[in-house]
Structure formats: structure tokens, C-alpha cells
């Protein structure tokens, strides 16, 4: 069964503070996803990685795909409060069938 | 807002009774996605229909079935519950059966008691 590990579990940050989010997984995949979560809402779709290599910036958020290394990264630049969220990010093996990460919780400090 | 549409956002039920939740995607789309998400499993992919055929099944419990209808709205039916069934049901959708990009509705919380 395809693992998804994403560290760190928890992460409290300070404003305008770099830092960044591995996820990890198992099994051959080129197609990786990041969602964010706020409390108590739905996931909103951040990324949508389909290549090795593939890197997309949105705003203080950039995330990468390496399949070779199984590892994706959201890197967050200069942090601001309103990116307090929880971020999933999801493994599709089959085109239909996402594995989501654990999920970290990330906490922007002023 | 998604354009996906659940009903009802909670439901509070005892244990060994049936629930059936309900997803409307958005216009256009024709694939469907639930999943569950809890404290102790996390958030996890249950099944998926296109155009009303089942096409993935991921970690469903035996007590739970879905289908999807030709106005392309989803239900998924949860019987016997337990306790440990309680948690946050989430409904997706896509334009097609690979879902490069999902769109996820607001969720139906279940308290199972």
C-alpha cells in the first residue's frame, strides 16, 4: 500500500520567516497534489504537480516534484499569518485514487 | 466556494442506525470522490463514480455503499454504525474520470453516538 509521510507534523513559524514541507511517498508517481485546510472548512486545491521536475510558485508558496527522490516540497517565503492552515498534500497512483500525507499544521507567529 | 454542494453539514446519529449523505458536483463535472476524514485514520479516499459507473475504490467499509445518479448527484449510505465511524465526510468532484483537479465540498460531520 502507497505511504504518504509528510514532516513536519506541527510547525510554528514566525512572520516573514522561510521554511519548508516535505512530503514523502512510496511508490512511483508523477502526479502530486497540495490542498490547504482551514479550520473546520474544506481542502482547497493549491498545486497540481504531473511531472518530474515540475515546479509552480502561487504568492509565498512554491511547491516541487522530484519523482526520482519520491519527494515533494512546499516552500513557504516570508510568512504571514494568513497562511495559518493545515497542508495536505496527496499521492495519485492511478489517476483516480488519491493517498493523502498526514498533513502538517502550520502556525504563523506575528 | 467550490460549486460542490453536500447536505446535511451535521448529522448526529446512534450507533447501528443508516445515514444516506448527498453530493451535488459541479455543473459540468461527471466524476465524483468521497472521502473520509478523521482524527484517528486521517483523510482518506472511499470510492469514485463517472457519469454514474463506479470507477476506484479505495478503503470502504463492507456497511457503506454509494452510487451515483443520471443528474450526476452522489449518495453515499452508511449503515451500522459505530462509533468509530464518526467523522468528516467529504464529496469532490472533477470534470473527468482522472482527476488532475478535484474540487471538494464544505463536508457533512458525523457524530455517531
Known amino acids: 500500500e502507497l505511504k504518504v509521510e509528510q514532516n513536519p507534523l506541527f510547525l510554528s513559524m514566525q512572520e516573514g520567516k522561510n521554511y519548508t514541507i516535505y512530503c514523502n511517498y512510496s511508490?512511483?508517481?508523477?502526479?502530486l497534489y497540495w490542498y490547504r485546510q482551514d479550520p473546520g472548512k474544506s481542502l482547497e486545491s493549491l498545486f497540481v504537480?504531473?511531472?518530474?521536475?515540475a515546479v509552480k510558485q502561487e504568492g509565498r508558496l512554491m511547491a516541487s516534484l522530484d519523482t526520482k527522490a519520491r519527494l515533494s516540497t512546499l516552500h513557504i517565503t516570508a510568512a504571514v499569518h494568513d497562511l495559518s492552515a493545515t497542508y495536505f498534500c496527496?499521492?495519485?497512483?492511478?489517476?483516480?485514487?488519491?493517498?493523502f500525507g498526514t498533513g502538517t499544521s502550520l502556525t504563523v507567529i506575528p | 466556494d467550490s460549486g460542490v454542494t453536500q447536505t446535511p453539514k451535521h448529522l448526529i446519529t446512534a450507533t447501528g442506525q443508516r445515514v444516506t449523505l448527498r453530493c451535488s458536483p459541479r455543473s459540468g463535472d461527471l466524476s465524483v470522490y468521497w472521502y473520509q476524514q478523521s482524527l484517528d485514520q486521517g483523510l482518506q479516499f472511499l470510492i469514485q463514480y463517472y457519469n454514474g459507473e463506479e470507477r476506484a475504490k479505495g478503503n470502504i467499509l463492507e456497511r457503506f455503499s454509494a452510487q451515483q445518479f443520471p443528474d450526476l448527484h452522489s449518495e453515499l449510505n452508511l449503515s451500522s454504525l459505530e462509533l468509530g465511524d464518526s467523522a468528516l465526510y467529504f464529496c469532490a468532484s472533477s470534470v473527468d474520470f482522472l482527476s488532475y483537479e478535484q474540487y471538494f465540498g464544505p463536508g457533512t460531520r458525523l457524530t455517531v453516538t
Open positions: 511508490t512511483t508517481s508523477d502526479r
Open positions: 496527496a499521492v495519485d497512483l492511478t489517476g483516480n485514487q488519491f493517498y
Open positions: 504537480l504531473l511531472s518530474n521536475g
